[in-house]
């Protein structure tokens, strides 16, 4: 009996062990991976003149991507494997920027908040970006200039859940064109 229970106990052990050993393989499976995604987003069937395309997966545990559109509509991304929501966006190009993000400028045409003295610098310090992000082993901020003119399209297209534009990426390459209608 006493040996029978040392059989039981090393068969329980070999099993634990290799659920352990075979419990990362089921996290990845046998999907997974990314697929690049390219195209042009046309609006009333000419091509879309800048603004950014969001791919938003519909596993949370994947991150959202965008990407930059040019003056003719055209994209590219690398996307997560698997279903995705897409939104198309050009707002930004609505009006010119006015500054650094938080600061909207005086009806003056001051970039600056009312009340700051105009020798009182707005923006971080010089570097003060490049110093952060090397000493948190960041990548380096490279922000995407967005190009093209605004076109008004219709607000739905902004939202993932009411755009009606989704998508099934797979691995490797992929096309996919985005024709938004009024």
């Given at each position: 009996m006493i040996e029978s229970v040392s059989v039981r106990s090393r068969v329980a052990l070999v099993g634990q062990l290799a659920l352990l050993l075979l419990l990362p393989l089921a996290g990845t499976g046998c999907?997974?991976?990314t697929g690049t995604v390219s195209g042009q987003v046309l609006f009333q069937g000419k091509p879309l003149p800048g603004g950014t395309v969001m791919f938003r997966p519909l596993d949370t545990s994947q991150n959202p991507v965008s990407a930059v559109l040019d003056q003719d509509?055209?994209?590219?991304?690398?996307?997560?494997?698997g279903e995705v929501k897409i939104t198309v966006d050009n707002r930004s190009l609505k009006s010119p920027p006015r500054g650094p993000v938080g600061v909207s400028g005086n009806p003056e045409g001051d970039q600056r908040p009312a009340g700051v003295p105009k020798n009182v610098p707005v923006?971080?310090?010089k570097g003060a970006m490049g110093e952060a992000t090397r000493e948190n082993n960041a990548p380096p901020i490279t922000p995407q200039t967005q190009v093209g003119k605004y076109v008004p399209i219709p607000e739905k297209y902004y939202d993932p859940?009411?755009?009606?534009?989704?998508?099934?990426?797979?691995?490797?390459?992929q096309p996919f064109n985005i024709e938004l209608v009024k």
């Open positions: 999907g997974g991976g509509g055209k994209y590219e991304a690398i996307v997560p494997a923006a971080p310090p859940d009411t755009s009606g534009l989704s998508l099934k990426v797979t691995r490797g390459s």
